[in-house]
């Protein structure tokens, strides 16, 4: 899992936050380049409907930013789409689901022996240890390109690091391995796949994506701090899963099952502060901070911190080192204050993103 970007919004410089009656929903704003800029989504309760002064309120913040494109993940019930599109945005998938070129199902296998051929390192294609790889054959007429991943659940990878690699990109030039990572961003999306995640090295051949960079951080000799945060307890329980129901997105009843499966397994560990949550992961001499959320009307009041300092502290003499993962500039920020450092880096293509365009942007 993924640790949230709740646990960095106590620095709100580019965050709206609208909250009224019915509830609150904040966005979270990294620029990509000129005019475009993704924004990442919290919203409370879930299945939270705006009324029609909070979307125009929500309509006239997202204006003053002046971005002529937002990418975003919309929550299952469609609330940005709904909200925004009768306030006169124009709103559609980022990655449409369908395919520009002609693409058939092939392995590593059905590869020609041709010197001519190259991986996305300008390598010989080695297919050595990659029967576990699904792949496309894209026709480009006098010629063929091919794009392979690993199928892990809602995630496609593509990573071509390590010992077991991931998937390849194979073509004769730079240009037709562009091509072929497009045919497979496309294909993975009409598959319902939520996530395309590549290596660094794929980052030329996938930025028309506008790929997001995903950090893996390490924090050696964890020690504790102290801290507020209460474990998991029937006391606590029915708020714990109203923030579970907000964060997974998913009905109370999943969220209450879910609590009962991480409160079961004594290699996990849920902690519970008024707003937020942390949840721990032992993995041998290893612990992760494995989810961190902080609900949207009590973000920029110092919970974040406070989670952070309560997982460090779980982990503090159980494991040699802990770790954990995010895309979110701002809580990476968070994360190293506390002393972790980054490992290694990838980068995420988020296949069900909405694309938000302003109504003067048309």
């Known amino acids: 899992m993924g640790v949230d970007s709740g646990a960095a919004q106590d620095n709100r410089e580019d965050v709206i936050i609208v909250k009224s009656d019915e509830g609150a929903l904040s966005l979270e704003f990294i620029e990509l380049r ?3 800029a993704r924004a990442f989504p919290r919203w409370s309760p879930r299945g939270l409907r705006l009324s029609e002064s909070s979307g125009r309120r929500l309509s006239a913040e997202l204006s003053s930013k002046s971005y002529s494109r937002i990418l975003v993940q919309d929550n299952k019930k469609g ?7 009768s306030e006169g945005w124009e709103v559609g998938r980022a990655i449409e689901p369908r395919l520009s070129h002609s693409c058939s199902a092939v392995t590593t296998y059905d590869i020609p022996v041709d010197e001519t051929l190259q991986d996305a390192n300008g390598q ?3 297919i050595s240890n990659t029967s576990h790889m699904n792949g496309v054959s894209l026709d480009l ?3 063929k390109a091919w794009a392979f991943f690993t199928d892990d659940g809602e ?5 071509s690091e390590g010992e077991r690699k991931q998937g390849m990109l194979v073509a004769s030039s730079h240009e037709d391995l562009t091509m072929a ?6 294909y993975l999306a009409t598959m319902k796949k939520s996530w395309a995640v590549f290596s660094t090295d794929m980052g030329r051949f996938i930025r028309k994506f506008d790929p997001m960079t995903m950090w893996r951080l390490v924090l050696d000799q964890p020690t504790g701090h102290q801290h507020r945060g209460q474990p998991a307890s ?8 109203k923030l579970f129901s907000e964060y997974y997105d998913e009905p109370t009843m999943h969220s209450l099952f879910r609590l009962r499966r991480f409160r079961i397994d004594k290699n996990y560990a849920v902690y519970y502060i008024d707003g937020g949550f942390v949840i721990t992961r032992l993995d041998g001499d290893t612990g992760l901070i494995y989810d961190i959320y902080v609900t949207p009307s009590r973000q920029g009041e110092g919970i974040g911190d406070e989670l952070m300092r309560c997982g460090i502290t779980d982990l503090a003499g159980k494991v040699s080192s802990c770790y954990l993962h995010t895309s979110y500039p701002r809580a990476k920020r968070l994360y190293e204050k506390f002393g972790f450092k980054t490992v290694y880096s990838q980068l995420g293509v988020r296949l069900d993103e909405i694309s938000l365009k302003p109504p003067s942007a048309r």
């Open 79 to 85: 609330l940005l789409r709904r909200t925004l599109s």
């Open 34 to 36: 000129d005019g475009v």
């Open 181 to 186: 990572a497009d045919c497979l961003v496309h």
């Open 155 to 159: 995630t496609a990878r593509i990573v």
């Open 141 to 143: 007429g006098d010629r």
């Open 234 to 241: 029937s006391a606590n329980r029915s708020a714990l899963v």
């Open 124 to 126: 010989k294609p080695d």
